[in-house]
C-alpha cells in the first residue's frame, strides 16, 4: 500500500513538473490552442506594411514615438547656444531611442540554411515559438497568420504559412529551431546574448 501512496506521489510530482516546465518555456496548451484558433480569424490578421527589418524599425518608431520634450524652437536655440550642444544632442536622442520603441531583447539563435523534419513536426502539431537572431519572437500561429513580436499580421507573397512552419525567419532566410528545442531532442541552442543596445548609459 505505502508502495502505491509513493508511486502516485512520484507520479504526480513528475506531471507537475512537466507542466511547471511547459509553462516556463512558453508553451501553448491544447485546449489553448483551440482558444486561439477560435478567436483569430482572417479578419483578426493585420495587414504587413514592411518587408525589411529597417522599415519595421521605421513603423515602429513612428507608431510610438513620444512628443518632443523640448517644446520651442527658441528653447531649443537657446539650449544649443549655451556650449552643451553635443551633450543635449546626444541625451535627446537617447530619450527618443529608448522612449520610442522597444528594441528585440529576446534570445537570439543561429540560422540554419535547411529546416529539419523534427522542427517542422513541432511547429505543426505545438504550434512551437521561436526567436530569430535578431531577437524577435515568433508565437502562436495558424492559416490566418502569425504572432510577430507581440502582434497578429496576415500572411502575404513575401511570407507564407509554408515558411512559418518551417520555423524561417521574417526578415532573411533561414530557419530557426523551437525556443524549446530540448522537449524535442535536439541539442539547445548556443548561449545567446541580449541584443546590443546603440548607447550606452
Not at 35 to 56: I, P, V
Not at 109 to 138: E, P, S, V
Amino acid at each position: 500500500m505505502k508502495k502505491m501512496i509513493a508511486m502516485g506521489m512520484f507520479a504526480f510530482l513528475m506531471m507537475f513538473g512537466l507542466s511547471l516546465q511547459a509553462s516556463a518555456s512558453g508553451e501553448l496548451s491544447p485546449k489553448k490552442v483551440q482558444r486561439l484558433d477560435k478567436k483569430m480569424t482572417k479578419k483578426k490578421a493585420r495587414t504587413k506594411r514592411f518587408r525589411t527589418q529597417k522599415e519595421y524599425q521605421k513603423l515602429k518608431r513612428r507608431v510610438r514615438t513620444p512628443q518632443k520634450r523640448v517644446s520651442s524652437n527658441k528653447r531649443m536655440n537657446d539650449l544649443f547656444r549655451s556650449g552643451h550642444k553635443k551633450r543635449v544632442q546626444k541625451r535627446y536622442v537617447e530619450d527618443e531611442w529608448y522612449g520610442g520603441w522597444d528594441y528585440p531583447r529576446g534570445p537570439r539563435q543561429q540560422g540554419y540554411r535547411n529546416f529539419k523534419r523534427g522542427w517542422y513536426l513541432a511547429y505543426r502539431y505545438d504550434r512551437a515559438t521561436f526567436y530569430d537572431r535578431y531577437g524577435y519572437h515568433y508565437g502562436y500561429f495558424n492559416r490566418y497568420g502569425f504572432n510577430f513580436d507581440g502582434i497578429f499580421y496576415g500572411y502575404d507573397r513575401y511570407y507564407r504559412y509554408q515558411d512559418r512552419l518551417r520555423g524561417r525567419g521574417l526578415f532573411d532566410n533561414r530557419y530557426y529551431m523551437p525556443a524549446n528545442a530540448s522537449r524535442y531532442g535536439f541539442c539547445s541552442p548556443r548561449p545567446t546574448r541580449p541584443h546590443p543596445r546603440p548607447f550606452r548609459r
